[in-house]
């Protein structure tokens, strides 16, 4: 049973850099052909997708966040991360992370999610 679990401060300041890690057990990050991703959902308003890095650590950004977007991963510790730049409330949301399983062309397994507020 594969697992993902979000880790990460729940408050972050305007201006400041989020940080939010993934904690994959149940399969390897490495493993061909997946991709892992991280989605969001500001309060009230629904999922948007933020950014991926595939099994072979390729990165990929949505274009609306990709100026202030990083994407990375231990594989040592089987685990990928996000760090958003420069946020404003507006980047409060509930952070997934999820991973996409190209044979059924969706996402197959979800962290529960974390709550980052962005507030002074």
């Known amino acids: 049973q594969v697992q993902l679990q979000e880790s990460g401060p729940g408050l972050v300041k305007p201006s400041q850099t989020l940080s939010l890690t993934c904690t994959v057990s149940?399969?390897?990050?490495?493993?061909?052909?997946?991709?892992w991703i991280w989605i969001r959902q500001p309060p009230g308003k629904g999922l948007e997708w933020m950014g991926a890095?595939?099994?072979?650590?390729?990165?990929y950004y949505s274009p609306s966040l990709k100026s202030r977007t990083r994407i990375s991963r231990d594989t040592s510790k089987n685990q990928f991360s996000l760090q958003l730049s420069s946020v404003t409330p507006e980047d409060t949301a509930v952070y997934y992370c999820?991973?996409?399983?190209?044979?059924?062309?969706?996402?197959?397994?979800w962290g529960k999610g974390t709550l980052v507020t962005v507030s002074s």
């Open positions: 890095i595939t099994y072979d650590g390729s990165a």
């Open positions: 999820a991973r996409v399983n190209p044979v059924v062309a969706g996402y197959d397994y």
């Open positions: 149940g399969d390897s990050i490495t493993t061909s052909f997946y991709s």
